[in-house]
Structure formats: C-alpha cells, structure tokens
Nanobody
Framework: QPHVVASGGGSVQAGGSLRLSCTAP????????MGWFRQIPGKAREGVALATRGGTDTICTASVKGRFTVSRDNTKNTVYLQMNNLETEDTAMYYC???????????????WGQGTQVTVSS
C-alpha cells in the first residue's frame, strides 16, 4: 500500500478550477506536515503549499497566492489543494508529500505520492 496517494489532476482552460486531494493512509507522525509540490520537465521541484495537523498552513509560491488554497482534514489524514483562476503557467506534475518538517523545500519530506498532471490551456 502506498504511503501517499494523490488524485484530482486533469485538463482545464485558463481561468478554470481544479481540486487536488492527497491522503496518507497509515502515516501518523510522519504526516504531521503534508505538502503540495509541482514540477515541469527540466526544472526543480517547487513547493506550492503546506498544511500541518495542528492547523498551520502556508502558500510557498508567490505566483499562486490568492488563487490556490490548501486545507486539511485530520480525520481523513487528507490534504486538499483548491486551485482557482488557473493559468497556463500552472501546468505541471503536482506531487503530494508527507513528513515532519514544516519547510517548503522538497528535501524536507520523506514520503511522496505518484504525482498527478495538471494541464491548463489558453
């Protein structure tokens, strides 16, 4: 059973919305922080948003502030990324990760999901 499972990607037109979901079945303290990252070919993985079990959250990437919202349901050990007013520049593979360190850097996370593709067309 995978430690982290992400879903919800797809193709939308610019201005549209998508909601990504990520669950971490079987993880407890190792999912005290859950985060969303994104990556396009040839570029480094970029932190998008973090959410902690204690209720703290942050948007890591300035370009998505005001458009993306991260939330968490501790009863389901699930984190969501609501993406509104999507832009073509948001096209990327989105990854969910779980860990213990509250840091937007990808090296802070131990468990990674398989990735879900988001494609925004003009």
């Amino acid at each position: 059973q995978p430690h982290v499972v992400a879903s919800g990607g797809g193709s939308v037109q610019a201005g549209g919305s998508l909601r990504l979901s990520c669950t971490a079945p079987g993880l407890s303290d190792d999912a005290s922080v859950m985060g969303w990252f994104r990556q396009i070919p040839g570029k480094a993985r970029e932190g998008v948003a973090l959410a902690t079990r204690g209720g703290t959250d942050t948007i890591c990437t300035a370009s998505v502030k005001g458009r993306f919202t991260v939330s968490r349901d501790n009863t389901k050990n699930t984190v969501y990324l609501q993406m509104n007013n999507l832009e073509t520049e948001d096209t990327a593979m989105y990854y969910c990760a779980a860990g213990r360190i509250y840091n937007c850097g990808s090296s802070a996370f131990k468990y990674w999901g398989q990735g879900t593709q988001v494609t925004v067309s003009s």
